[in-house]
């Protein structure tokens, strides 16, 4: 990252800007750094000032406390004014929850577009999200940063082997240092249900894209993401999964960030 701003409460946040045109601000999920999204720049800068940023806790950004979704939206809003003062926001996953929540506060949002924000929709999944809070917090408290990713990875629906032997790679140590930003996320997410009063106050366009070939659940949640705003489109790409091909996802964005 070669440019930061300050966010409202002074945490410097590390961000860097590829082509030229309206600005489009791109919004990691959990475990991730800028660099996760940064493939989908290559795609949209043909179009637009793409903007990649890690979040604060996370790669070159700084951090404080205590932690607030709001300070998130901030970091946002800073983003934002370091561009022109307006831009279009894509979030992928719980990343897809903060821009939601950034342009329900009523930031200079042009449109919006999400990708598989993990909403429950199902019975239980507020209960399931509670427990999960309380696990979560109970790991990262007692500094048990490895078993806070094991609990992430099992909520995401990781097989038990495919986790035991993630922490035996050399990817692992990374995984527990970005490990607190885990609470982050998950409150960015709120109780896990779809907040509909929220997505209602929502002025903006938004496109809520969903993959063909994700669980049945979780193209749910991204419709009725769509059906809660006033102006939502919802769109599934045919063979795509929650790991979705910038390639595929790129023309799809332009299309709407450009209309």
């Known amino acids: 990252m070669d440019k930061h701003t300050n966010s409202a409460d002074g945490t410097s946040i590390a961000y860097e800007t590829s082509g030229d045109g309206p600005a489009v601000i791109l919004v990691s999920g959990a475990m991730s750094t800028g660099g996760t999204v940064a493939p989908l720049a290559v795609p949209l800068s043909e179009r637009f000032r793409v903007v990649v ?41 719980s990343g ?3 821009v939601l929540r950034a342009a329900a506060s009523g930031l200079q949002v042009r449109r919006v577009a999400v990708y598989e924000v993990p909403f429950a929709v199902y019975e239980g999944g507020a209960r399931e999200r509670a427990e999960y809070t309380e696990r979560l917090t109970e790991a990262l408290d007692e500094g048990r940063r490895g078993d806070a990713v094991e609990l992430f990875l099992r909520m995401t629906g990781m097989a038990e082997q495919m986790i035991q032997g993630a922490r035996q790679s050399p990817m692992w140590a990374g ?6 930003s885990l609470a982050y996320d998950n409150a960015v ?6 907040p509909r009063d929220r997505l209602a106050s ?9 993959g063909s070939a994700s669980p049945a659940w979780m193209r749910e949640a991204t419709r009725t993401v769509a059906q809660s705003v006033p102006e939502g489109t919802y769109r599934s790409l045919e063979g795509q999964t929650h790991m979705v091909d910038p390639d595929v996802l790129g023309p799809v964005l332009a299309e709407f960030f450009g209309a």
Do not use: C, F, N
């Open 175 to 180: 995984m527990e240092t970005i490990a607190p």
């Open 202 to 210: 929502i002025t903006a366009p938004v496109l809520a894209v969903a």
């Open 53 to 93: 940023y890690d979040r604060r806790g996370r790669g070159q950004s700084g951090d404080a406390s205590p932690y607030a979704v709001e300070r998130e939206v901030e970091d946002l809003a800073a983003l934002i004014d370091a561009v022109g003062g307006e831009a279009a926001l894509y979030g992928t996953s």
């Open 96 to 98: 897809g929850a903060l």
């Open 189 to 194: 997410m709120g109780d896990g249900l779809v």
